[in-house]
Structure formats: C-alpha cells, structure tokens
C-alpha cells in the first residue's frame, strides 16, 4: 500500500489556517502593525462558512477569482460567502489598475467572449491567444473589459501582502504556502511535531519587517531576471533601502545577498550604481567582486589598502584567503594563484582504469580497499553529522531552538551564530572527545533517540555511526575538537567543501580530494580543506590519470530470470566470474528461488524449472556472498543494465544500495570489433569460436561473456 494512503477531512483547510492563525496570535503579537492585525479580527469574526470559504480562496492560485469556479459542496451558499469577503474588503471587483496582469491570464474562449460581445469583426477563434489579445487591446477599452460579462465574473484577492508577511513570520521564508499542512498530515512532509515547541523567529517588529522586505526582494531578484530598464528608470540607492536591523544577524545576511546578486546583475548596465551596491553588501563574494571591479578601474592603491585592512581584521575565512591570494597575485608578482599553488604542492597522481571515468571517487575509494585500507566516501556527510549530533540537545533540545515544527535548522544555525550564543556549552561537550569511548557512547546514544528526525543539517543513514566511529578511533583529538570549534563559530562558512575521502591506512588517518584530469579546487573546497590542515588533519589532493589497468579486478555476471520485465519478474540463477589480469580466479553461481511461478517458456528457455528452485534459497540468502563476492569490481554483463538492473531490484527489496561500475560486453565488442550483423552472445561465441554449451544457464553464459571481455581488453590494451 503506497505510504501517502492517508485520508484528509473535509474541512482539512479551515483546521490548518485555524492552527496558522493561532500561532499569528499567540507568539507573533508583538511582530504586528495595524492593518496586520485587522486581517487577523476580520478574519476571526467571519462565520463558519465565510471563514471556508475565505481559506479556500486563499488557496487558489494567482490574485484572481472566478466565481462560477467557487462552488463546494461542503460550504453553504457560496455566492453568498464570496459577497460577504467582498462587503468585508477581502475581495473586490476588477479595476483598471488590474487590466494589465488579468488579460494574460484569460483562456482563448475568454477573450473571444470580450471581442464578440463587443462586436469586434473579423474574430478568429482558432488565432493564437497573442494575436487575441492584441485585438482586444487595440479594439476594445479598458472600461469595456470591466464591464464585459467574464469581468463580472472576477473577484480580486484584496489580501495578499499581509497574508504574505504573516505566512513569513509562520515559515521564515517567502516561498512556503499553507499546503506544507496538507503534506504534513499525509505523511509526505516530516516535521518536527511533538519535537519542538513554538516560538517567535523575531525579537521586535522592525526586525522582523527588515527581513521580510529584503527576502521578498530576494526571491523576486533570484525568481526572474531583472528588468534592468524598468529597475534603473525607478531605483533606489543602497542607503534608500532599509537599514539592516541591529543585533539581527538574519537581516544582516539576507540584505548582503540581495545586494550582491543586484550589483552583479547591474554590472553591465550602470556601473557606478553597481559598485554601491556590491561595497554596501555584507556578503563575502560581493566585497570579493567589489574589489576585483575596483583593481579593473585602476584603484590599485585603494584595492591594496582595502585587501591589508581584510587581512588584518577579517573574521570570514573564505574573504581572508581571497585577500591574502590576490593580495599577493597583484602586489608581490606571484603568478599561480594560492589554489593553483596547493593542488601542485599537495598533490600526488594516481593512476586508476578508465572504466571509473564516471564514477571517479569510486574508483579511487576501490583502489585503496584493494591494497588494505579502509576507504569511506565521507565528502560534507561526515563533518555536517558530528557536527549536529554533538551539539543535538543545545541546538534543538531548548524552548526556543525553532520556531515552529516545519522548521528544519535551528535558529542559532539560520544565523551563523552558534558560538556567540552557546560558547559554554560548546565548550563543555567538546571535552567529551578527550575519551573517545565515551564519544562513541554519547553519539551512539543521541543517533538511536533522535534517528530520522528532520534536522536540514545532514541526511540520516544507516552506516553514518559507522564511519563515525571509524573517524573517532583514529583522528587526531586536538584536531577534532579544534574543527570542530571552528564550525560553531562559522557553520555557513565550512558547512560544504569537504574532502571526497576518509583513509585509513597503516592505522594512520587522512582526507583525499579527488580531481579527474580537468577539475580544479573550488574555492569553498580551498576553505575547509584548509582549516582541516590548519585544525590538524592530513589532507591531500589526488590527481587522477586514465589507464587501462589489468590488476582492475571485473566481475561478469550473468541472470535468468522469470521474465523480461522488472519488478514482475524475479532472478532464477546467478553466476559470477571474477577476473583479474586477464585471468579468471574465481566463479560462484547459485540458483534462486523467484517466490513466484516459472513458466513453461522460461523453463524450455532455460532449463530451469519450478522443482528446480523451490529448494533453492531466495535472494536474501545469498545477497551476502553476493555482495562479497562483487566487492570493488567493475560489474560486467551481456546487455549489462538487463543483469544490474535485476540484481539492483533484488537489493533494493532488502532496502539495501547497489551500485557499481558497469561495462557492456555488448557495446564494447562493437566497438571493438565493428562490422558483425549481430553482436548477441550466441553470435559472438559462434563467429570467435567460444564454447557456449548450455546457452540461457548462468553460469555458462557469464564465462562465455568474460572470454568476450579478455578479447575487448586486449583491443583496449593495444590502443593504449
């Protein structure tokens, strides 16, 4: 049964605006104006049926409302509700102001419907909707629209700002609506329910507007492109838009940003306006854009005071290497930027085969459990999951840590400001690394009680204590504790850009990035991989070159099946070859029992039959040896994704992850060897001369296709 089978009641809409509305009044009072709380008393005073009607009009989308399309059987006399919203001032007929932004909206029959009840001649009903509207425009007036029969029939929402900045304070952000209700109570959405008690987001009234304005204008800069004509015949200068709140952090973060992405976008256009805004901007890569813009126009002596003051006093790691690096790229004649300088100095090559070519930290991750070592793809996972299950009962175990359940981060993380509030108590829980045992304990504990709770810090999984405990064992304390530390104080700035590896090799324990030929260290990666080294971690970059490598160990298997079709159909038998320099050191083969029935075609196919199997163990069995047997080799089949994708399915049952390199014996064989009429496997094995004796049973067919991959790798051999 699908898992969003809930039913919802009749009036689920009305329950979820009334839980809105009490959190409104409750915990937001002190955040309201005037015409904010009229709203919220009108909207109280409505009758039961009006108050329905009201959220339903909410709820449908854009500012227009069509009245014959408001009808619902569980609210009495809807005509006489929508009058009510209308004597209320919810709702309010068309003016001329709206004619713009409704026209577009109107389906083809709608306009069509304007034109003929103005006699407007020579219609075409099947025009396209553009040339339509151009008709009405040119032939019909504004006053005409209004009065037209489909205008009756509009009602505009009379509402939206408010609602707008209550939604807001609800949800923090510009863009969640009320359905986040709905999909919560059919199980859709994961809440915080029973986790968290509610709490206002804002301290005082201009906080909480500053925010709201500056993320309104964000979403809107970010939704469309700007309108750079429009924009510059009416803008405003930086110091013409709110000031940023006093001790509030958010509204700081949140101005910076929508100052960044408007000087960048006006650039091109107005270049002094431009400059204003990325210099008023708080956000790191507009002070980073600000001064390149500024070395560009000739300000050396300006750009080189600037960069020493960033050097001297900036608490923003990423802003400070920045400064440092161009600092001395522009300054002190050094030629390769700092990044540049790292990859070369703390680098080293690997040579690894071609067939990881997409999956290039697997390969990597591969050829170290090869030579002994444990290897985890860790990347932001592992940090971002210490990180929060650590400091999980002062960040969301306190009255106030979010606001309402549909918060995901804490407050003190929305805020980057984790350390200034929680010094102590940071301070205290990191002792606990001083006995790593009793770590383990701690985040074993914390893990099981709070496991699959939302958190927006980092995803559950069920092998994370693992590689925690496998971190914990082996790093340095000092340097774990100090990084630690260092992301309380600056969470945004090295939540991201961690290495792709964990090793651990010779007892000792490193970070890799891996770069294929072509990648380069995005600067994000440079901040965190350095206040890694700065924290006491060995990191390292591996360069990565192509080979065909013959120590690469291949895995060729083959599958019957009941059937051609997933998830139908079930495996019947599997064979395995492993292969390694040209050699076959290992095969394993087993039959299955599918739970389901073999058909008489499949049996005359295959041979094999339901007394066959219905000894035989079921997957499940044997996903274990499986799974080991297949460990760091690259999958191989005939028609590979017919055999991965069965084997995947069987796994993904269990509710465990398959995934592995893949190759085709198929499509490398007409590469190979191009020109047959046909490469199946019985075609292939016919023309070379490969024994083929019992085509359609497993394990024959896996050795047949590993003959096929010894000739494509001499081929590929040859080229190299």
């Known amino acids: 049964m699908p898992r969003f089978s809930k039913e919802l009641p009749e009036k689920y809409y009305l329950d979820h605006f009334n839980e809105f509305i009490d959190f409104i009044t409750k915990q937001c009072g002190h955040l309201l104006d005037q015409t904010h709380q009229e709203f919220v008393t009108c909207y109280l005073q409505l009758c039961h049926d009006t108050q329905c009607m009201f959220v339903r ?12 399309k408001m009808i619902y059987h569980e609210i009495t006399d809807c005509p006489s509700q929508l009058s009510t919203l209308q004597k209320v ?17 109107l389906t083809k029959l709608q306009l069509v419907d304007i034109l003929q009840q103005y006699a407007v ?18 032939f019909c007036s504004i006053e005409q629209c209004l009065t037209s029969r489909v205008a009756q029939q509009v009602l505009v929402k009379n509402f939206e700002p408010c609602l707008a900045y209550l939604l807001f304070l609800f949800f923090g952000n510009t863009s969640s609506k009320l359905d986040k209700f709905s999909m919560r109570d059919l199980g859709v959405l994961t809440t915080r329910k029973g986790n968290s008690e509610p709490s206002s987001r804002f301290n005082h009234f201009e906080q909480a507007q500053c925010v709201f304005y500056y993320s309104t204008k964000l979403a809107q800069l970010k939704a469309n492109a700007l309108n750079v004509q429009e924009y510059l015949s009416t803008y405003k200068k930086p110091d013409e838009h709110p000031s940023a709140h006093n001790n509030c952090a958010q509204s700081n973060q949140v101005r910076g940003e929508y100052f960044y992405l408007l000087g960048k976008q006006l650039l091109v256009h107005n270049n002094s306006l431009a400059m204003e805004y990325l210099r008023a901007s708080c956000h790191p890569k507009a002070q980073q ?4 813009e500024l070395f560009k126009q000739g300000e050396k002596d300006r750009v080189k005071y ?23 790229r522009k300054f002190h004649q050094v030629k390769v930027s700092e990044l540049t300088q790292k990859l070369r100095e703390e680098s080293y090559d690997l040579a690894i085969d071609q067939i990881h070519k997409d999956q290039v930290e697997k390969g990597v991750k591969q050829y170290y459990q090869r030579l002994g070592a444990s290897a985890f793809r860790t990347e932001n996972r592992l940090f971002n999951a210490l990180f929060a299950l650590t400091f999980w009962e002062e960040l969301f175990n306190h009255a106030d840590a979010v606001a309402t359940e549909f918060d995901r981060r804490p407050k003190v993380v929305k805020e980057n400001a ?4 929680l010094e102590h108590e940071v ?11 009793r770590a383990r304990a701690y985040l074993t504990k914390i893990a099981t009680r709070y496991y699959g709770q939302p958190n927006g810090m980092f995803r559950w999984n069920t092998k994370m204590m693992q590689v925690i405990t496998h971190f914990i064992a082996k790093a340095p304390v000092e340097a774990v504790i100090q990084h630690l530390r260092a992301m309380a104080k600056n969470f945004h700035g090295l939540s991201d850009g961690y290495p792709d590896l964990m090793i651990i090799e010779n007892g000792q324990l490193r970070f890799e990035e891996v770069k294929a030929p072509g990648d380069v260290i995005r600067p994000n990666q440079f901040v965190t991989m350095n206040a890694l080294q700065v924290a006491g971690f060995d990191v390292r970059v591996c360069r990565v070159d192509w080979i065909v490598d013959p120590m690469q160990p291949y895995v060729i298997v083959d599958v019957e099946t009941t059937g051609g079709k997933q998830p139908h159909h079930r495996i019947t038998e599997v064979g395995a070859v492993k292969m390694i320099n040209g050699e076959v050191v290992d095969t394993w083969s087993s039959l299955i029992n599918p739970q389901r029935h073999i058909s008489k075609f499949i049996t005359q196919l295959t041979g094999i039959s339901n007394d066959m199997v219905k000894d035989a163990p079921v997957f499940s069995e044997v996903a274990d040896n499986l799974s080991q047997f297949t460990e760091n ?5 005939h028609n590979v994704n017919f055999d991965y994708g069965f084997i995947k399915q069987e796994y993904q049952r269990l509710d465990r992850n398959f995934s592995m390199a893949k190759l085709c014996t198929v499509r490398e064989m007409r590469k190979a060897y191009p020109g047959l009429h046909s490469y199946s496997l019985g075609n292939l094995c016919e023309t070379y001369n490969i024994s083929l004796a019992n085509h359609h049973r497993a394990l024959c067919d896996a050795e047949a296709a590993a003959e096929l991959l010894k000739m494509i790798l001499h081929q590929q051999q040859k080229k190299s």
């Open 89 to 105: 001032a919810l709702l309010r007929p068309l003016n001329s102001e709206d004619i713009q932004g409704w026209l577009p909206q």
């Open 633 to 637: 080799c690259v999958f191989v089949a």
């Open 306 to 328: 600037e960069l020493e003051q960033i050097i001297d006093n900036s608490l923003d790691d990423g802003l400070l290497l920045f400064a440092e690096d161009f600092y001395q």
């Open 427 to 437: 301070e205290q829980r990191l002792l606990m690394f001083f006995e790593p045992k």
């Open 418 to 421: 984790i350390y200034h509030h």
């Open 289 to 292: 854009r600000w001064l390149r």
């Open 57 to 68: 009009v909410i709820n449908r989308k854009g500012r227009f409302i069509t009245q014959d």
């Open 121 to 138: 001649s020579n219609i075409k009903k099947s025009a396209a909707k553009a040339i339509l509207l151009e008709q009405l425009t040119l």
